[in-house]
């Protein structure tokens, strides 16, 4: 990219004037329709949407679902004879279930990172949903402890790259305020696996145990991994990039994509290019303490939501075969698949992500609350419809980080990973405390899921107060005389350059800014 030497060095900026490219001033009147689309990009832009969600959100939606039933068909197993076939203690199978986790996490920042200095999202994701559909499906042959431990461990490493990735992904093609329905939508993928993961699972169990001489968890494990394999040559081959390079988008197309991300960021969605820039970023994103606020929400939420691992194993209390509690699992994941749409739709419609982080909170502590002190069917079954309104809490946190975080793309790409990571960090020591000797209730595992809501919801105010804060002074800088660094100026070039427009309406763009509380 080229510089512009002949800028001149002015760095003090009245309300009513600003540098523009040529070194003369333009009035922000002047440059004030930069800050929104043109009518005729408006319509554009409707076009552009549908054909990004007709294409992009299936395909990511899914390898989610088939993501989520891959990693948690190790519960399912369980209960298909998986203990039973390989010696497994309580304590071996707690084990293989955290160990994926503690892969998971150690590769998702480099990944991320890696993932954005190549920018082929397509051959990178497709790549290690087929590497871990081959995993899921040799995982069928083990034969002992060691065999599952090293299976499972395996499949954190090569499922690592596609969530927190998918996650940048998406904030690479829509807009803040497009973000929570399609982080909802997109979260839905596990939602429609754990429903029809474990109905799935309950017909190999009833249809295919002992066909071949295989039990009915190996096939399980055979029939989801060849599904994903499949699935991730199709994602190589047809998931598009980015749209500045997305071949079926018309020159008009790119532009406006292009366009609505930098007026929705204040800037141009673009790195330097190099590994310096990814680096830059990372260390942007471990200065930022409203990365450290969001990961350990994040860690909270999943902390709290780590009953989903045991789903089968809950609904098993009820007093029911195997076979039906799988297949009860199933409504409460249908029920909050339905409603997270609806979430979501709310949430971007009115511009708001606090409420709607804080209202499933109450609602899944009495959720807790119910199981852990009632044993009649009715009360305890629909106790799972509550704590499942922690999922809603999902799509939230993700575009919340996105609007909280929102630039440069590699801070953002380096956020995504790290909070995805502790987050799930919370996957490690979950598991442990679902203890054989607590059923029916699981009270000291569910009180421990109250406790971390709660926190979440501390953590929820606290990050409000720090964004209100930080559009006051925004408020103060577009009403004040503002003072322009070098730095400030080559950022405003580097959008002016991008976006083919004036220093002038770049600058307009970052007055024109604030973040979504």
């Not at 409203?290 to 009953?307: H, Q, R, S, V």
């Amino acid at each position: 990219m080229a510089a512009n030497h002949d800028v001149p060095r002015k760095t003090s900026l009245t309300d009513h004037e600003i540098l523009n490219e040529k070194g003369t001033t333009t009035t922000f009147e002047d440059a004030k329709h930069i800050a929104e689309l043109t009518p005729e990009e408006k319509e554009i832009e409707k076009k552009l949407k549908r054909r990004i969600d007709s294409l992009i959100m299936p395909l990511v939606i899914l390898v989610y679902l088939m993501n989520y039933i891959d990693r948690n068909n190790y519960a399912a197993a369980r209960l298909q004879g998986l203990e039973e076939d390989l010696n497994l203690t309580a304590e071996q199978y707690q084990v293989g279930l955290s160990i994926l986790f503690v892969a998971y996490i150690l590769a998702q920042v480099p990944s991320n990172l890696l993932l954005n200095h190549l920018g082929k999202p397509s051959l990178y994701l497709g790549f290690f949903t087929t590497a871990w559909g081959l995993v899921s499906a040799c995982t069928s042959q083990v034969k002992g402890y060691g065999g599952i431990v090293a299976c499972r461990f395996i499949l954190g490493l090569v499922e690592a790259p596609f969530f927190a990735g998918v996650l940048f992904y998406l904030s690479k093609w829509y807009t803040k305020s497009e973000l929570n329905l399609r982080m909802s939508i997109f979260y839905s993928g596990s939602l429609i696996s754990g429903a029809f993961g474990n109905l799935i699972a309950a017909g190999i169990l009833s249809g295919l145990a002992g066909k071949q001489g295989l039990a009915a968890w190996q096939w399980l494990y055979i029939i989801e991994g060849v599904i994903t394999v499949a699935i991730g040559l199709v994602i190589m081959v047809i998931l598009p990039d980015f749209p500045h390079t997305w071949r079926l988008l018309s020159p008009e197309m790119k532009h406006v994509a292009n366009r609505r991300l930098a007026v929705d960021a204040a800037e141009a969605d673009v790195d330097e290019p190099g590994l310096k820039s990814q680096l830059h970023g990372l260390k942007l994103a471990f200065t930022d303490i409203k990365t450290y606020i969001l990961a350990i929400a994040y860690m909270c939420i999943t902390g709290a939501a780590g009953f989903q691992n045991f789903f089968p194993t809950l609904t098993a209390t009820l007093g029911y075969n195997h076979t039906v509690s799988l297949l009860l699992v199933a409504p409460p994941y249908v029920f909050m698949t339905f409603w997270s749409y609806a979430h979501g739709i709310a949430s971007d419609r009115l511009r708001n992500r606090f409420w709607f982080f804080i209202y499933p909170i109450p609602l899944t502590i009495v959720g807790f609350l119910v199981f852990m002190f009632t044993d009649s069917f009715g009360p305890k079954y629909f106790s799972f419809f509550l704590m499942v309104f922690v999922f809603a809490m999902n799509g939230t946190t993700y575009s919340w980080i996105a609007g909280a975080i929102p630039r440069p793309p590699a801070k953002r790409a380096a956020a995504y990973a790290f909070i995805n990571s502790v987050g799930n960090s919370a996957s490690i020591w979950t598991p442990f405390t679902y203890r054989p000797q607590d059923k029916p209730h699981y009270r000291p595992a569910l009180g421990i899921c109250i406790a971390l809501q709660v926190i979440a919801g501390i953590l929820g105010v606290l990050l409000r107060f720090l964004l209100q804060r930080e559009n006051k002074r925004l408020d103060r800088m577009a009403s004040e005389d503002a003072v322009l660094t070098e730095k400030d100026i080559a950022r405003l070039q580097k959008t002016a350059e991008m976006e083919g427009t004036s220093i002038a309406e770049a600058r307009q763009l970052q007055k024109s800014y604030r973040y979504m509380l």
